[in-house]
Each structure stands twice: as C-alpha cells, then as structure tokens.
C-alpha cells in the first residue's frame, strides 16, 4: 500500500467513526483514539475553541505543559481550559520540538481547532502533510455538531426572556425525576403568573408587556438558586423546578418570589410599573409527579389568584393611574 492509500485509509477510518456521533465532546475523544490507532508512536491532542481566546484540551496522554506548548505556538494570547485532565497524564513526549500542529483555518485570525501531534516513534514528512486533511475533517465534523446544538438550544429557548421554553424547562423537570427514582431525594415546583400582565398590555402596549416578562424572568433567575431552574411555561406564566426543596421549603421560596416581584419595577413613560405575581407550590412528597404535579401548582396559584380578586373587590381597592401604576401582589 503506498502512502497516498495508506493516508485515505485513515481518513476514510476516521470519518466512518464520527458519522454516527452526535455529541461534541464524543467527536473530538472518538478523533484522538482514532488518532492514536491509526499512527502508531504518537499522542495526539485537539484543542477547541470555546470561546474567542479560550480552548479546552481533548487528550488522553499529553501533560499540560505540552497542551500549553501547542496552544502558544498556534494562538498567542489565548487560555486553556485543562481543568477535565488527569493530573498524572504522560508528559514524555511533550518536546514543542517533538510536535507537529496544524490549526483548522490557517489563514483566519482565528483558530477553532487545533490538532497537535506528538512524536514518540517515526513521523514522516508525508504524515504531517496528511494531518492537514485530518484537520479539515475533524474541523468539518465540529462543526456540524455545533449547529446541531445550536438548533437544538433554538427548540428549547424562549427567545424573549433567554429562559428554557415550555419543552426546556419540561425536559429539565423530567431529567429530575428520573435522577430521584435513582437515587432518592425530594423535588418541588412552583408556578408562578404574572399579576395584570393584560392590563400592561392593553394600557402601554406590548413592548410593555415583553419588559413585564424579561423583568420577571430576570426576578426568577435572582431569587432561586443556581441548582434551580425556571423557565417560560406559556403566555405570562412561568414554572421554577426546585430539587432537594420539600413543600414546606418551597412555600418559603414562594413567599420570597412574591415578596421579589412586589419590590420590582420598570419605567414606561411616565409611569413607574410594579409587577407583582401569583404563585402556587406542589411537591413530589405530596405522591404526585410530571403533569400531575404540575397541574397541581397551578391549581394552587389561580386559588390564591382568586381569592386575592376577591378580597380586592371588597376592599374596592383601584390600581393608581398616575405617575405610579402598581399592579397589587396576589397572595
């Protein structure tokens, strides 16, 4: 088999492997096994671009001195994200003089890969030549997975609010319920609906009322906590998934929210807008999960919508209409 087969042969090995990958990370440890296999005497290492100026390493041999090495002599000014290697990675052949490095775009200011080759046995002229189109390859099948993330970030993004969608916050909540039939534990929601979101709108229109969501979403993200989530349920209504939060915890949250969302506001015009929310609380210690539990918070928040309406209108309480429009909390 001369050279030139011996390469196709490579890359032919190497894309049969990634066509049936569809995580990001899979690909690039899938490339550096193939990689290894393919030329045997050498440790290999991809370097991938997170974000401008900043990679992550995917190697299975080459300490973090040489990852560094690589990563200088291909994009100066740049971090690398190590933090996933194992401390006793080999570090024998991690010579920047033992190392070939080809980057995905030579001829862009920026690299989004970097694939570096170090030599521990025979490593021809004809081989670093054939790293080229390793590369290419490589670099085409990351791309592709980036944009199938990316699309499929899209399906689950509110674009409105940045929060998950009905199906993102939904898959979130079920992933939980999986993780506590596994391994026990307690889990609560709460559903939470924005105070006179109509009267926003019919009053100073819908970009008021887009500023009444965003503000809520941003009210949410600031009161739970990082482990939680939240996201846009539909319309003004918006679900937090709180795990290891009995119901007791949770009606404390609750009242936090309520209390958050009292305090917030926004100017429009000339009016200052308090927002203000109702907000009903279910627990999976209650016996109840998926649908059910859901349906069960939201039950609980229009009850206390409602009575809130009622005690309203015996009080004969009218929204102010001057320079302060504030939309009542709902208990």
Same mark, same amino acid.
């Given at each position: ?63 973090? #001195?040489? +990852?560094?090495? =690589? ?8 971090? !690398? *994200?190590? $933090? /996933?290697? @194992? ?29 570096g080759a170090w030599k521990t046995a025979k ?34 993004? #509110?674009? +409105?609010?940045? =929060? ?8 979130? !909540? *079920?992933? $939980? /319920?999986? @993780? ?50 939240v996201g846009r349920f539909g319309g003004d ?83 102010k209409r001057t320079v302060s429009y504030q ?5």
């Open positions: 088999m001369t050279k030139n087969d011996s390469s196709r042969a490579r890359l032919v090995e190497l894309a049969l492997a990634l066509s049936g990958v569809s995580d990001l990370q899979n690909v690039l440890d899938i490339s550096v096994l193939c990689l290894e296999r393919s030329y045997p005497g050498t440790r290999w290492a991809i370097l991938d671009e997170l974000a401008p100026g900043r990679y992550r390493a995917t190697s299975r041999a080459i300490s973090r #001195d040489g +990852l560094r090495c =690589l990563l200088e002599a291909n994009a100066s000014k740049a971090t !690398l *994200s190590v $933090e /996933e290697l @194992r401390e006793d990675a080999n570090g024998d052949a991690i010579g920047p003089a033992d190392c070939f490095s080809q980057i995905s775009e030579p001829d862009s200011r920026r690299s989004e890969l970097i694939v490593f021809t002229q004809a081989d670093s030549l054939a790293v080229n189109d390793i590369c290419r390859l490589i670099h085409g099948a990351v791309k592709a997975r980036r944009e199938l993330e990316r699309l499929r970030n899209q399906s689950m993004v #509110d674009e +409105l609010t940045g =929060l998950p969608n009905r199906r993102g916050i939904l898959k979130s !909540l *079920s992933n $939980e /319920e999986t @993780r506590l039939k596994r391994y026990g534990g307690l889990l609560s929601v709460l559903f939470v609906d924005l105070n006179y979101f109509k009267e926003i709108n019919d009053r100073y229109g819908h970009k008021a009322g887009d500023r009444a969501l965003r503000t809520c979403a941003r009210t949410m993200r600031e009161v739970l906590r990082a482990s939680d989530y209504e918006f679900l937090g998934v709180l795990p290891g939060v009995d119901l007791r915890a949770a009606h404390k949250v609750a009242a936090r929210m309520k209390r958050a969302m009292e305090q917030t506001n926004f100017v429009c015009g000339n009016d200052t807008i308090f927002l203000g929310a109702s907000v009903g609380v279910a627990s999976v210690s209650e016996g109840v999960s998926g649908n059910k539990l859901i349906e069960r918070a939201d039950e609980r928040m229009y009850s206390s919508k409602r009575r809130a309406q009622k005690a309203q209108k015996r009080e004969r309480v009218e929204p939309m009542s909390q709902m208990v």
